[in-house]
T-cell receptor, first 115, second 114 residues
Framework: AQKITQTQPGMFVQEKEAVTLDCTYDTSDPSYGLFWYKQPSSGEMIFLIYQGSYDQQNATEGRYSLNFQKARKSANLVISASQLGDSAMYFCAMRGTNTGNQFYFGTGTSLTVIP | DSGVTQTPKHLITATGQRVTLRCSPRSGDLSVYWYQQSLDQGLQFLIHYYNGEERAKGNILERFSAQQFPDLHSELNLSSLELGDSALYFC?????????????FGPGTRLTVL
């Protein structure tokens, strides 16, 4: 079975500082993908970044980077130089080869950027 | 804008009623996924269609059904609605079925059952 765990229900960060949102996962799939999505108060789900289980390097997309530690089964999202517009819910998700391409989502972390 | 469209944006109805939610995937995407997001259950996968065929089922109630049409748009039918069905319903699409393909979400349909 697949499981995604986000242990931080809420986080605060000062504007222009970096913040790390934690995500751990559990899977028996040999091949899987890890994803982060942002959900602002308006409700839409915005894709941020992706990491493949066989990727040797950590993924980066602009101010977003994914700290992937396969042995620890963690895929933390790092947001650098936080902006007020980063205030939102952040969801970690996973899909594996043996689960019919179904996405499994964590419970999310609410990030608030303080001016 | 993800390129995925969903209609209607808001839907208010009464218990016992039936509603249909519509989704148009991004151009060229063959896979459509439906999710339900509620305060107590989080984001739950409902069902996945690929090129018109059902590929996977998640926590979808028997009162709910879906289909994907030849033009690849999809509809989610919710019947005998209950108060607990009030939620945000998302449709997402992806180009292929592989694990390395991200899903692009539509803006969602907010269903309120009174």
């Amino acid at each position: 079975a697949q499981k995604i765990t986000q242990t931080q229900p809420g986080m605060f960060v000062q504007e222009k500082e970096a913040v790390t949102l934690d995500c751990t996962y559990d899977t028996s799939d040999p091949s899987y993908g890890l994803f982060w999505y942002k959900q602002p108060s308006s409700g839409e789900m915005i894709f941020l970044i992706y990491q493949g289980s066989y990727d040797q390097q950590n993924a980066t997309e602009g101010r977003y980077s994914l700290n992937f530690q396969k042995a620890r089964k963690s895929a933390n999202l790092v947001i650098s130089a936080s902006q007020l517009g980063d205030s939102a819910m952040y969801f970690c998700a996973m899909r594996g080869t043996n689960t019919g391409n179904q996405f499994y989502f964590g419970t999310g972390t609410s990030l608030t950027v303080i001016p | 804008d993800s390129g995925v469209t969903q209609t209607p944006k808001h839907l208010i109805t009464a218990t016992g009623q039936r509603v249909t939610l519509r989704c148009s995937p991004r151009s060229g995407d063959l896979s459509v996924y439906w999710y339900q997001q509620s305060l107590d259950q989080g984001l739950q996968f409902l069902i996945h269609y690929y090129n018109g065929e059902e590929r996977a089922k998640g926590n979808i109630l028997e009162r709910f059904s879906a289909q994907q049409f030849p033009d690849l748009h999809s509809e989610l039918n919710l019947s005998s609605l209950e108060l607990g069905d009030s939620a945000l319903y998302f449709c997402a699409s992806s180009e292929r079925r592989g694990v390395y393909n991200e899903q692009f979400f539509g803006p969602g349909t907010r269903l309120t059952v009174l």
